[in-house]
């Protein structure tokens, strides 16, 4: 059975660093892997979908790899803003694909 | 539409009453999902429609859960004698088709409070 974990679960960093958030999955036969984001008292919004054929995707300050082989994926945010803090979470789907399966997410917060 | 809609956006009932919660997918998507996120969870998968059937209802934790989609559209969430373990943000999707490689697209979701 395929579990989502992510580390941390919480992170406090001030305006302007880089940071990591990861992600690992106990199934490597993914088929992708999606990033979200979701404020709080709000729905999801998807960041990034990497195809299980790609190494990695970008958008904007935001760029997510993939490893499938060890099962992790990170989310590195680049100059971080307090406009980033947000719960994020990562998710693949399941063998029939009908259906996401999140991690619990790491809640970030950016101080000015 | 312009996104998924989801309604009521927060919902207050007493234990043992029925609840109906609505989403509304965006315009064209044929596949629907449902999930719930509570405190201290993660997003556990309900139901999937595709069109107005579901092939999928694994999710669904127990008999006093029901989903329905008419239309290839609108889909309800039906809770009956609700418990207080089914307080929770319920969160639906939608995605133009059914596949792995396929974006789901959420709403805003549902709090609902069971007193």
């Known amino acids: 059975k395929q579990e989502v974990t992510q580390i941390p679960a919480a992170l406090s960093v001030p305006e302007g660093e880089n940071l990591v958030l990861n992600c690992s999955f106990t199934d490597s036969a993914i088929y992708n892997l999606q990033w979200f984001r979701q404020d709080p008292g709000k729905g999801l919004t998807s960041l990034l979908l990497i195809q299980s054929s790609q190494r990695e995707q970008t958008s904007g300050r935001l760029n997510a790899s993939l490893d499938k082989s060890s099962g992790r994926s990170t989310l590195y945010i680049a100059a971080s803003q307090p406009g980033d803090s947000a719960t994020y979470l990562c998710?693949?789907?399941?063998?029939?694909?009908?259906?996401?399966?999140f991690g619990k997410g790491t809640t970030l917060s950016v101080s000015s | 539409g312009a996104g998924v809609s989801q309604s009521p956006s927060n919902k207050v009932t007493e234990k043992g009453k029925d609840v109906e919660l609505r989403c509304d997918p965006i315009s064209g998507h044929t596949a629907l999902y449902w999930y719930r996120q509570s405190l201290g969870q993660g997003l556990e998968f309900l139901i999937y429609?595709?069109?107005?059937?579901?092939?999928?209802k694994s999710g669904l934790p127990s008999d006093r859960f029901s989903a329905e989609r008419t239309g290839g559209s609108v889909s309800t969430l039906t809770i009956q004698r609700t418990q207080q373990e089914d307080s929770a943000v319920y969160l639906c999707a939608s995605s133009s088709r059914q596949g792995l490689g396929e974006t789901q697209y959420f709403g805003p979701g549902t709090r609902l409070l069971v007193l």
């Open positions: 998710a693949v789907p399941n063998q029939a694909g009908t259906a996401l399966i």
């Open positions: 429609f595709q069109g107005n059937s579901a092939p999928d």
